[in-house]
């Protein structure tokens, strides 16, 4: 008899595993040379719920593991990021009927958001559990070190009192447990206010086998329907959704305490998303293979052709690609624009983080693109894209290689 799993977001009994990566390591888990012998590796299984349609990690890791003093992504390392939270903030602080509103962000790592709704006249306050929440402070912006609870929203409720807009961005994805943080937050909402949050949407994973997406950090994977379902349990209003391009395709969720107001998108893609199910996830299953089977034999193939490769992006989303080829790849290096992640390996297969400016000096033929969600503006901004004497040939979303015009 299969084993059973319980849904961690409705309680039922029909979670059904979808793809067993075998063990794993931390995704941001980048290390010194002194600490291979002692990294460690975690089952990574990724399920969707048949009653709920809630896609999930079936065993997460604690938080406390994950999100540390040396958490090493910080919010700002893409510009159009950054443009992005400026949007964000301003649709958020314009469609207040306060001027100056009250504004919290669970989540807010370097400051990259309330840094924008601060010079938009907002008063503003982050929560954050990271490391990352240092750099946010120095920026004069008031942060709370801690994980959202609804322990601590209690708390902020009674020093602080309520907030007009509660924002959190790539942030619901990796909450540990979800009852008690909407809980906090329904609790924090002031009459009339919003909870806006954005994370990666499950429909545009599905449509580009964006396996990479699935990690130890992304506990749920949500959809329209999902999110609703969930929301519907706490008493919560989901009003409004907006589609996003950053991240590979986010979703944006708009919700109030509530009241009757509900514009059309929610029905709408809903709809649309009737097309999920458990098959459709079994599909994803096979393209996962497929597409990490291609992504091996192309690179295999440079390989021989005498090419050296190496990586783009020291994302979370590279120690997946990396971890799940079947046979380690001579790959000389990733570049990454993070000074906290550059000297340091990448978890599990150790390859040397180093600055971008390293692609000038070496005879590097194939670029592996871990940070594809990133491509526009990398190839904008790095020149290397741009030299006249290469052309970039792509055989794939994530695989270029340099042919010498
Ligand atoms: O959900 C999460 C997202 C929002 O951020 C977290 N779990 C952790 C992190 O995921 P990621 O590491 O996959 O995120 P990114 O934004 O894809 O990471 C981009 C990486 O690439 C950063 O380390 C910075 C680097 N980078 C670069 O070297 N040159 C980025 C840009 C834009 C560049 O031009
Ligand atoms: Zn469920």
Redesign the pocket.
Same mark, same amino acid.
């Given at each position: 008899m299969a084993f059973r799993y319980r849904c961690r977001a409705c309680n039922g009994p029909n979670l059904k595993k979808v793809i067993d990566f075998g063990k794993m390591p931390l995704? +941001?888990g980048f290390l010194a040379e002194e600490e291979f012998e002692s990294e460690k590796f975690y089952p990574l299984e990724f399920g969707f719920c048949v009653d709920c349609s809630m896609a999930q990690l079936i065993n997460p890791i604690a938080p406390s593991v994950l999100f540390t003093e040396n958490y =090493?992504?910080? *919010?700002s *390392? *893409? #510009?159009?990021?950054v443009n992005h939270f400026d949007e964000l903030v301003d649709s958020a602080i314009h469609e207040s009927p306060k001027s100056s509103p009250r504004l919290l962000e669970i989540g807010c +790592?370097d400051g990259a958001a309330l840094e924008r709704a601060r010079a938009k006249g907002a008063m503003v306050l982050g929560i954050e559990p990271s490391g990352t929440a240092k750099i946010a402070k120095e920026k004069g912006i008031g942060v709370l070190e801690a994980t959202f609870a609804s322990l601590l929203a209690k708390s902020i409720r009674q020093t602080q009192g309520l907030w007009d807009i509660i924002i959190a961005?790539?942030?619901l994805?990796?909450v540990h447990d979800l009852d008690d943080v909407l809980f906090g937050i329904k609790m924090l909402l002031a009459e009339g206010g919003v909870f806006i949050f954005e &994370? =990666?949407y499950l429909p545009d994973i599905l449509r580009l086998t964006a396996y990479?997406?699935i990690?130890d950090?992304?506990k749920w994977y949500f959809s329209v329907t999902s999110v609703n379902r969930l929301l519907t349990r706490h008493g919560l209003k989901l009003v409004m959704v907006e589609p996003q391009t950053v991240?590979g395709g986010s979703m944006r969720y708009w919700v109030i305490n509530e009241g009757e107001k509900r514009d059309d998108s929610v029905r709408q893609a809903i709809e649309q998303e009737q097309f999920i199910d458990l098959e459709r996830l079994y599909e994803f299953k096979r393209e996962t293979i497929v597409e990490i089977r291609n992504l091996q034999d192309s690179l295999d193939e440079s390989l021989k052709r005498g090419r050296k490769i190496a990586g783009? #992006?020291?994302?979370? %989303? *590279?120690t997946v690609i990396l971890n799940a080829l079947e046979r380690w790849l001579p790959i000389q290096y990733i570049? &990454?624009?993070?000074p906290q %992640?550059q000297g340091r390996f990448s978890p599990g297969v150790h390859i040397p983080i180093v600055s =971008?400016d390293k692609l000038r000096e070496d005879d590097i033929g194939v670029v592996l693109m871990?940070?594809? +969600?990133?491509f526009d503006?990398?190839i904008e %901004?790095?020149p290397i894209f741009n030299e006249r004497s290469r052309k970039l040939l792509f055989h794939s979303r994530r695989v270029a290689e340099w042919v010498t015009r």
């Open positions: 995704a +941001n =090493p992504f910080v *919010s *390392s *893409s #510009g159009r990021m +790592n961005t790539n942030t994805c990796h &994370d =990666p990479d997406q990690y950090e992304h991240h783009y #992006g020291a994302t979370s %989303k *590279s570049t &990454d624009t993070t %992640k =971008p871990l940070a594809w +969600n990133h503006e990398i %901004k790095d």
